[in-house]
């Protein structure tokens, strides 16, 4: 049904793009042992961007924005990284609701795959509940849509006794509305412990499990921690890194992102650069001041970003 559909919205849309869009080539998302893949049971891999907390860059969650990401960075993907503490979604439920569906709509409109992420340090499993319910009734017949219930577990949120039931309780309640599309799951230590989830994995079908990297921090350490727990059977996805420091800021390590780069690569692992931002800091793709609807010139561009541009433009070619 959800193939269906996209195939239609793509026939009736008047001056529609001869090109297929992601959504129209791989369609329904599903995973098979560690491996994510499309409609024809083919290996697919996702490379695009996370947008940076929705309280404090609200002006990229747009359709120009998407429009322009799909159209010019040559992503597959984005991510609506709705801030949940901060003044975020519990201070601002319905101004923050608005920003997800905005980008939600967007990447229906423009056929891409969009991670809705509730984008938070601390346990809030009720409201995180109710957040996805409300989105999973909306659009979870949309072949689109992914969800991460939880962006990153702190280090003093052991996974058994904290992060796995915040899981159980959460992961039902889009099920109940959405039991198809893929879910990535949080872990603990800012998504790091991979390989303590995968020994002790939810009981869910067509659930990954999140794995964050920022290069000029994580090196072979993580990698290894990763492989392990793809060794395992937990799939992986990687729902945030970044080419700086752990902080955001720092050295910009090109060597070191080239490494992650091929890992994921040689392991299919599907991922988003951190972020569409304008924040005067390494990891941010923007300069300050960069338009809120795209039509970024490369003057406008970070040195982080022109690099990440550079290679999501080479590994999601336009298709033929």
């Avoid at 006794?161 to 915040?166: H, Q």
């Avoid at 001041?289 to 003057?299: K, N, P, Q, V």
């Amino acid at each position: 049904m959800k193939r269906l559909l996209a195939l239609a919205l793509f026939v009736l849309l008047p001056g529609a793009a001869l090109a297929e869009t992601p959504v129209e080539r791989h369609g329904q998302l599903r995973l098979e042992g560690t491996r994510l893949v499309d409609q024809h049971g083919e290996p697919v891999t996702l490379r695009g961007m996370s947008l940076f907390w929705s309280q404090w860059a609200p002006q990229y969650y747009n359709a120009a924005a998407v429009r322009w990401l799909k159209d010019d960075w040559s992503v597959t993907v984005v991510r609506a990284a709705i801030a949940v503490h901060h003044d975020g979604y519990l201070d601002h439920p319905e101004r923050e609701m608005a920003k997800a569906e905005a980008v939600i709509d967007a990447a229906i409109a423009e056929g891409l795959y969009v991670i809705v992420d509730w984008h938070a340090h601390e346990p809030e499993p009720e409201a995180a509940a109710a957040f996805f319910t409300r989105i999973a009734e909306k659009y979870g017949d949309r072949p689109n849509l992914i969800y991460e219930p939880w962006n990153e577990p702190l280090n003093t949120h052991s996974w058994g006794e904290v992060v796995r039931p915040y899981h159980m309780a959460v992961i039902p309640r889009i099920r109940a509305h959405d039991p198809d599309n893929l879910i990535v799951a949080g872990t603990p230590s800012w998504s790091q412990d991979v390989d303590i989830a995968a020994a002790d994995p939810l009981p869910f079908a067509n659930v990954a499990y999140t794995l964050h990297f920022y290069a000029g921090t994580h090196r072979q350490e993580l990698r290894d921690k990763a492989k392990k727990a793809l060794e395992l059977g937990a799939a992986l996805f990687v729902t945030e890194w970044g080419t700086s420091e752990a902080t955001g800021n720092g050295i910009l390590d090109r060597d070191e992102t080239a490494l992650w780069w091929d890992f994921m690569e040689v392991n299919g692992l599907s991922s988003l650069n951190w972020s569409i931002t304008d924040k005067d800091e390494t990891s941010a793709a923007l300069r300050p001041g960069a338009a809120g609807e795209g039509a970024w010139e490369d003057a406008m561009i970070s040195p982080s970003g022109l690099f990440v541009r550079a290679w999501l433009r080479r590994m999601n070619p336009p298709a033929d």
